[in-house]
C-alpha cells in the first residue's frame, strides 16, 4: 500500500488530472496512476522523462500485485479474475459504436477513466506480459484482454501480428494512434535510421507491434468485412471527446516539424553536394579530405572488373584508388566462388552491388534505401554509360583489352553521372516509382499540341517530345515503338539536371544511345530550349545564359534515326514552335509552367495530406503536388523522400502482400496504398488521425479520377 | 537604319569550332554570341548550332556556328560538322601543350578533308591564365597581346605554349591566329571579324549572292544534297532500328 502512494507521487500531475474524484482500491488506483500518466504522455508528445517514470511504475506495479495471490501466474487464472466488469463494458461499447479497432485505440482515453471511476477488483500480474512490453499501455491491457479472452496467447505467439488479412483477400499493416506516445521505436517504420531491408523492417516492426498487439488486441479488425478504404473511414464518428479535443489542437501540426530528434543521419546533407578538395591541393589536407569524404552520406562507386576506377561521385582518383582496390578484391573474390555478392551492411551503411558485365556498380548509402532500390539507381548509372558508348563499343573495348580505362571514352560525362546520382541522392519520385510526370494541362489543349507536332512531323522524326521542367507535355511516336521510361530519365536528367545542353545555348545536336529502345546504336537529338518567362524570344535566337531555374524550361526535343536531318528537324522545330505561337498553345503551356505544380492544400481544399505521390500504373505516370510550403528545404525533401522510399520499399518488398500501410512516427503519419490501377503515397502531420488520413487519400484518388486525362498523357500521339 | 543600309550585303558564312576537350571553345562562342561567361561550363555534349551576326564595313555576315564537344568519342562526328564550312576556328589551350598537338592533328583534318577555300583560325584561349596579376593591374583588352607576350617570363605564369611557337606554325599553315581569353573578352570578336573578312568575296557572291535573304533554307539544301551522297558509309553509326 505504502508503495502506491509513493507511485502516485512520481506522477502527481496525472493522477490531479484524471484520477479525482476517485476512491479506488489500492490496486485500480495504481492502475489508473500508470494509464493517466499515458494519456498525459500522448499530450506531451512522449518525452522520454515521463515514459521512464511510467516504466518505474510498472516495476512497482509488479511488484506490488506480487505481493498479491501468489499462484496467479497463469493467463487463465488472470482472465478469470479480471472477467466480469469488463466483459460488461466490452458489450456495451460493441452497442454504441461497433468493435473497429479504431474505436478499442482511440477510446482508451475515456476507458481508463471509466475503469478508474468504477470500483474494479484488483486485478493479477502478468508477470509475462508486462516484461515483454516495455510501454506505458501495459498496463491498459488489463482492461481490454478478458474480453478477448482466447486472443493474447496466440498474439504473443505469432510473429506477423502486424500483418492483417481482411476477407476480401487483402492484407494490411497497421499501428495505431496510440503508437505515438513511443514513437521513437517507431522511426524504424518511418524514417528509418539503419539500413535495411524492407524484409528485415517488416520483422523488425513485427516485434514491436507484437507487444503492443498481444496487449492491446487486434482481434476486433480480424473480423472485419467491407473493403479497405471503408474500414480506414471506420471510427471517425466514434472519437471520445477527450481524443478530439486533443486532434483538433494538434492536426494542424506540419510533418518533419521537430526537425532535431530522427534527423540526426541528416545533419550534414546540406553539405552532401559539396565538391570535396583535391588530395594535395595543400600540404597535410589528406585527413581533413578523407574526413570530407567520408561525411558524404551516400556514395556510387563504378569500376572495372579489372580494378580500374571509372567513376566516383565523390572524391578524385587520388583518394578512391585505395578503396576502389578493396572493393574490387571483395567483389571478385565472391565472383570467383561463383556467389556473386549482392550487398552488405557495416554499421548503418548498406553497401549494394551490381554488375554489368565487365563493370561494377557499387552504392554505398546511409539514407536507409532498400537494396532493390539502390539497385535501381545503379542501373540508371549503367544505362547512362550505355547511353553513352552503346553496348557493343563497350563490349569491344573490354574485349580487345581487358585493362581498359573507361574513364577516358566516358570523358566529359561525369557530370552526367554525377547530377543522376545527386538526382537519387536529393530522392527523386520520378525516379522512385519508375515513372514520368506531365505537365497538367486540359485534354483538349493537349489534344492541339499533339496535332501540331503530327502536322509538322517530317519523314526523320521518330520521336517528338515538348518537355516543360521536367515533366511531359505532349509525345509523338510511331505506332509500333514506345519510348521507355528509363530513356526519358536519361534525356531529362541530360537536359534539365545537368545543364550541360542548356548552358551552351543555341540549339542542339546530341547522338544519344537510348538503352531501353535500342541499345546497340545512337539516336540523334535535336534539342532547343524556351524560356516560359521569356515571350518575346522565340525566333530560334538563343535566349539569355543567366542562369534561369530549370522548372520553367520549355524544350523541344524531336528525335531522329538519321545523324544528318538536323536541319530538317530544325525546320519542324520552328514550324511547331510557329503553329503554337498561332494556335494559343505556346502561351498555355507558358502560363501552365509558371503556374508550377498544385499545393496539396490547393488540390482537396483543407486537407490534411500534406504532400502524395500518385502513380498511375497502367500510364507508367505519376503525379504529385508542390513541395511548397512544407518540403521546400533540401534536408525536408529528402526526409520526405526517405519516408516514400520506404512506404515504397514495404510495399514492394518480395512476397510481401501489403495493400495499404499505414506508419505513424514521431513527425508524420504516412499511408501508402496500393492497387492494380495505382500506387499512392501520402503524409500528414503527426497528428493526423488514421481516418482522416484515409479520407484525404480518398479525396485525392477521387481528384485524380476526375483530372485523370489532365494529369496524364492517355494513349499519346502515335502516327 | 535597316532600310538605308540594306543595300549592304548580308551573306551568311559556316563556321566550326573544333578542337581538345576543355580548351574553351564553347565559352568563346557564348562570349561571341552573348557576351557572357560562365566559370566550370560543363562539356558539350554533341554539338551546339548558334549564329550570330558580324558586320563589316561593307558588308553584314551571319555566321552559322557549330560548336562542337572536343571529347575523343565525338570525333568520328566532326565530318558532318565542318563538310561545307566556309571557316574553322581550331583552339588550343595555350596552358596546355598536348592540345596544340590537337589543334594541328585537327588543321591537318580540315586542310585534307575539307572544303579547298576553307579559312582557319588557329586559336590560344585562356589568356587570362598566363599572367593574371599583370592583366588585373593593366587594362584588359587594349594590349593584352602585349602583355601576354611580357607574361612569358613571369615565374607564376600558366602558359606553357608559347606565342612564339604557335605563331610561327600559323604562318607556316597559312592560318590566322590569335591569343583569347573568353574570361575576360580579350580578342574575341577579333577572332571572328578577322574570319569575316578573310572569307573572299568571291566565294560569298558564287556561293550565296544571289539568294542572301535565303541563306539559311540554302544551308540547309546544301548540307541534305551531301547527306545522301557521299557521307552514307560513314552513317554507320546510326542506330539500327
Given at each position: ?457 517530317t519523314?526523320k522524326l521518330l520521336y517528338g517530345l ?41 540549339e542542339n545536336w546530341i ?12 539516336l540523334y537529338m535535336y534539342v532547343s ?26 524544350a523541344i526535343l524531336l528525335i531522329s534515326?538519321d545523324k544528318?536531318s538536323f536541319f530538317e528537324l530544325k525546320q519542324m522545330r520552328?514550324?511547331v ?143 | ?45 554533341g554539338a551546339?548550332f ?192
Amino acid at each position: 500500500m505504502g508503495r502506491t502512494s509513493g507511485q502516485g507521487s512520481l506522477s502527481p500531475d496525472a493522477h490531479a488530472q484524471h484520477n479525482t474524484g476517485i476512491q479506488p482500491a489500492e490496486t485500480a488506483n495504481q492502475e489508473n496512476g500508470a494509464s493517466a500518466m499515458s494519456l498525459d504522455n500522448q499530450k506531451d508528445g512522449a518525452s522520454n522523462r515521463s515514459q521512464d517514470d511510467t516504466e518505474d511504475d510498472k516495476q512497482d506495479g509488479k511488484i506490488q500485485v506480487g505481493d498479491g495471490p501468489k499462484e496467479r501466474d497463469s493467463q487463465k487464472d488472470q482472465l478469470e479474475t479480471g472477467i466480469e466488469r469488463p466483459q460488461d463494458k466490452q458489450e456495451a461499447r460493441m452497442d454504441e459504436a461497433g468493435p473497429e479497432t479504431q474505436n478499442v485505440d482511440i477510446e482508451e482515453g475515456t476507458e481508463t477513466q471509466d475503469s478508474g471511476l468504477e470500483e474494479r477488483p484488483p486485478l493479477p500480474p502478468r508477470p509475462s506480459l508486462l516484461q515483454n512490453a516495455e510501454q506505458p499501455f501495459a498496463t491498459h491491457s488489463t482492461s481490454k484482454r478478458p474480453g478477448l479472452a482466447s486472443k493474447p496467447t496466440t498474439a504473443l505467439s505469432s510473429v506477423d501480428i502486424q500483418t492483417l488479412s481482411f476477407p476480401d483477400g487483402s492484407r494490411g499493416t497497421f499501428s495505431t494512434p496510440a503508437h505515438r506516445t513511443v514513437s521513437d521505436s517507431l522511426s524504424v517504420s518511418g524514417l528509418s535510421t539503419g539500413q535495411s531491408t524492407p524484409h528485415r523492417k517488416v520483422s523488425q516492426n513485427g516485434s514491436e507491434f507484437d507487444d503492443n498487439t498481444s496487449l492491446r488486441s487486434y482481434a476486433p479488425t480480424l473480423r472485419a468485412n467491407g473493403d479497405l478504404a471503408s474500414l480506414l473511414d471506420e471510427g471517425l464518428n466514434s472519437q471520445s471527446p477527450a481524443w478530439k479535443l486533443l486532434s483538433t489542437q494538434s492536426e494542424s501540426v506540419n510533418p518533419f516539424e521537430s526537425v532535431d530528434y530522427e534527423n540526426i543521419s541528416l545533419i550534414n546533407f546540406g553539405q552532401e553536394f559539396d565538391q570535396i578538395e583535391a588530395v594535395g591541393a595543400q600540404e597535410g589536407n589528406e585527413e581533413e579530405v578523407l574526413s570530407q569524404w567520408k561525411a558524404k552520406l551516400k556514395h556510387y562507386l563504378i569500376l572495372s572488373s579489372a580494378g580500374k576506377p571509372i567513376y566516383s561521385r565523390h572524391g578524385d582518383q587520388n583518394l578512391i584508388n585505395g578503396y576502389i582496390g578493396i572493393i574490387q578484391t571483395i567483389i571478385s573474390f565472391y565472383e570467383e566462388a561463383k556467389d556473386p555478392l549482392l550487398g552488405f551492411t557495416a554499421g548503418g551503411t548498406r553497401f549494394v552491388i551490381s554488375t554489368d558485365g565487365p563493370l561494377y556498380f557499387v552504392a554505398i548509402s546511409r539514407l536507409g534505401e532498400s537494396d532493390s532500390q539502390l539497385r535501381t539507381q545503379l542501373e540508371a548509372l549503367y544505362m547512362q554509360i550505355l547511353s553513352t558508348l552503346t553496348l557493343p563499343t563497350l563490349t569491344q573495348l573490354f574485349k580487345n583489352r581487358p585493362n581498359t580505362d573507361l574513364s577516358r571514352p566516358l570523358e566529359g560525362t561525369e557530370t552526367l553521372l554525377s547530377s543522376l546520382a545527386d538526382t537519387f541522392t536529393k530522392g527523386s519520385a520520378s525516379a522512385l516509382l519508375s515513372a514520368l510526370e506531365c505537365l497538367k494541362i486540359r485534354k483538349s489543349q493537349r489534344h492541339l499540341i499533339n496535332n501540331t507536332l503530327l502536322k509538322t512531323r517530317t519523314d526523320k522524326l521518330l520521336y517528338g517530345l515538348i518537355v516543360a521542367g521536367g515533366r511531359l507535355v505532349s509525345v509523338v511516336r510511331p505506332k509500333r515503338h514506345s519510348l521507355h521510361p528509363s530513356d526519358l530519365q536519361l534525356i531529362f536528367n541530360m537536359l534539365f539536371e545537368a545543364g550541360s545542353v542548356k548552358a551552351g545555348g543555341g540549339e542542339n545536336w546530341i547522338p544519344v544511345c537510348l538503352p531501353g529502345f535500342n541499345n546497340k546504336g545512337y539516336l540523334y537529338m535535336y534539342v532547343s530550349f524556351i524560356n516560359a518567362h521569356d515571350d518575346v524570344n522565340t525566333s530560334g535566337e538563343r535566349p539569355s545564359t543567366a542562369s534561369r531555374g530549370r522548372e520553367d524550361e520549355i524544350a523541344i526535343l524531336l528525335i531522329s534515326a538519321d545523324k544528318e536531318s538536323f536541319f530538317e528537324l530544325k525546320q519542324m522545330r520552328d514550324d511547331v514552335v510557329e503553329q503554337l505561337e498561332q494556335n494559343g498553345s505556346m502561351s498555355l503551356i507558358k502560363a501552365a509552367v509558371r503556374q508550377g505544380r498544385p499545393k496539396a492544400s490547393e488540390i482537396v481544399p483543407g486537407t490534411i495530406l500534406r504532400h502524395f505521390l500518385y502513380k498511375s500504373r497502367s500510364n507508367v505516370q505519376f503525379m504529385m503536388p508542390s513541395f511548397s510550403p512544407h518540403f521546400e528545404t533540401l534536408i525536408a525533401k529528402r526526409r520526405l523522400m526517405s519516408l516514400y522510399h520506404n512506404l515504397h520499399a514495404s510495399t514492394h518488398a518480395k512476397h510481401s502482400h501489403v495493400k495499404v500501410l499505414h506508419c505513424v512516427s514521431r513527425d508524420s503519419v504516412s499511408l501508402a496504398w496500393t492497387t492494380p490501377l495505382f500506387e499512392f503515397y501520402c503524409v500528414a502531420g503527426p497528428n493526423a488521425s488514421r481516418a482522416a488520413l484515409a479520407q484525404g487519400a480518398n479525396q485525392v484518388i477521387q481528384w485524380v479520377k476526375r483530372e485523370e486525362e489532365r494529369v496524364f498523357i492517355i494513349g499519346g500521339a502515335v502516327f | 537604319m535597316a532600310e538605308a543600309t540594306a543595300p549592304k550585303p548580308s551573306s551568311s558564312v559556316k563556321l566550326v569550332l573544333l578542337g581538345e576537350a576543355a580548351v574553351g571553345k564553347s565559352s568563346l562562342v557564348l562570349r561571341f554570341v552573348n557576351n557572357d561567361f560562365q566559370e566550370n561550363k560543363e562539356p558539350t555534349i554533341g554539338a551546339a548550332f548558334l549564329t550570330q551576326k558580324c558586320n563589316l564595313p561593307t558588308r553584314t555576315i551571319k555566321f552559322e556556328i557549330w560548336d562542337t564537344a572536343g571529347q575523343e568519342r565525338f570525333a568520328s562526328l566532326a565530318p558532318m560538322y565542318y563538310r561545307n564550312a566556309q571557316s574553322a576556328l581550331v583552339v588550343y589551350d595555350l596552358t596546355k601543350p598536348t592540345s596544340l598537338v590537337k589543334a594541328k592533328h585537327w588543321v591537318a583534318e580540315l586542310q585534307r578533308q575539307a572544303s579547298p577555300g576553307i579559312v582557319i583560325a588557329l586559336v590560344g584561349n585562356k589568356l587570362d591564365l598566363t599572367n593574371e596579376s599583370a592583366s588585373s593591374s593593366n587594362n584588359l583588352g587594349d594590349d593584352s597581346e602585349g602583355d601576354a607576350t611580357e607574361g612569358e617570363a613571369d615565374d607564376g605564369d600558366a602558359r606553357k605554349v608559347s606565342t612564339a611557337e604557335a605563331k610561327s606554325y600559323a604562318e607556316e599553315e597559312g592560318l590566322l591566329f590569335f591569343e583569347t581569353s573568353a574570361k575576360n573578352g580579350t580578342n574575341v570578336s577579333e577572332v571572328f571579324t578577322a574570319i569575316a573578312n578573310a572569307i573572299p568575296e568571291t566565294s560569298l557572291k558564287g556561293a550565296r549572292g544571289p539568294g542572301a535573304t535565303q541563306a539559311a533554307s540554302r544551308t540547309e539544301d546544301q548540307s541534305r544534297v551531301n547527306l545522301t551522297g557521299p557521307r552514307d558509309s560513314a552513317a554507320k553509326d546510326t542506330c539500327a532500328c
